[in-house]
């Protein structure tokens, strides 16, 4: 039975190591850190439960066959979830007036219908420039901007256009049904993962801080692109400086616990356009979005990215005086704060911009990884989303198994 080293046990380790142990590799899973997982996990307290990064993941069929596999009940959105609101003066479900709706309408549908193609963005070009190019203004700050922080966590400005828009034209790509999560959150993925790989006799070492120059057979790096660059550096030293230029970003997760519940606004949660003078990108209504999260009214609140990094450096009670700012603004109401669970994700998360779109490019170009039966993975590769990070544990098992099998 071929042998084959993941190192990294975050959702890309984790189901890269099951998709390799399904096709009857013999699996060691390597993990940095005394817990699988990586950004992905739920804390249960007092007042309710609070995940740690993502809250969920979206369905696609690949995403319902990974449940089944591990054996973990879908648990799908609340009839609430459906509604999503975006800041202009208050929460709208559409922030455009009517006059800009039509001026979208105008521009766009002609092109779907006509020239989908002329919609494609052009290398090199930032997504706040290709929405201005062919959304307009309006529609760039109020929607395409803040649909999209919401995902990559950064500002239209500082992201690629190509990376995030050319993969919808795609014709093979998956279809999105909706979200799903475990009953007791994003931890139950971690765990039924784990579970499922002891069942298929996958070796798993915790606190390991391996070195892939010795190991031998084929090995997954599957950790963030400034641990995989740390990684290669003796082994494969210039695809090391490759992913050592890949801007990381952090970001802020904080799950409020209030006394009242804030009814006005029931949704999935307020996206919020930059411009405002507001630091918040989003506030998510766990209550709204999946039953059995209203033991206490909650809002999971998101802030950082590569502009707000001097966020990371405030207190605890800083963070709680800006939301409660934030929040008077926004929902215009001052609750108090029974208790709050805090995420600081330090330097965690790539940002999708036009120096990772040409380092993309470059490693796609480069012999140096196969010539060492070196696999690449994780979140700056081909999407940042779990369903994209599954999408890819799928296709580098193939991959490995047309080359080992
Ligand atoms: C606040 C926030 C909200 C998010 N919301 C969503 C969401 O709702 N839906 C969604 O789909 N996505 C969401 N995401 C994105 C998603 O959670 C991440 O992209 C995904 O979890 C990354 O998984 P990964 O395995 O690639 O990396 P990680 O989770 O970073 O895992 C990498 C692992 O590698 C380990 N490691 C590092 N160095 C070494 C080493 N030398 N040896 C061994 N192990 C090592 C680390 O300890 C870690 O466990 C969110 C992210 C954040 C931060």
Known sequence: MKKVTVVGGGFAGLTVALKLAQKGFKVHLHEKSARLG???GTEYGEFGMAERAANSMILTDRSEKLFKEIGLDLTFPLESSKKRFIFRGFPKAMPLNPFEILKVAFTVIPRVLFAKASLKPNAGETLKDWGLRRLGKAATTYLLGPAMQGIYA???QD?????IISPLFKKDREKFRGTISGPQGMQDIVDYL????QQLDVEIYLESDIDVSNVDGPVVIATSANAASNILTKCA???SKILARVNMSSLISTTVFFDKAQTKYKGFGCLIPRGLKLRTF????????FAGRNKNYNETWIMGGKNNQDLLNYTDKDLLDLISKERKSIFK?????LDAKIFRWNQ??????LELEKIQQELSQSPALAAKDVFLHGNYLSGIGLSKILERSERLSEEIASQHG
């Open 38 to 40: 990586g950004l992905l």
């Open 154 to 156: 950064n500002e239209s």
């Open 159 to 163: 992201l690629s256009a190509s990376l």
């Open 194 to 197: 784990h579970a499922t790989l």
């Open 237 to 239: 030293p210039e695809i």
């Open 282 to 289: 989003g506030v998510l209504m766990p209550p709204y979005i």
């Open 333 to 337: 109401r001052q609750d108090s704060i």
């Open 348 to 353: 965690a998360l790539p940002v999708y911009d």
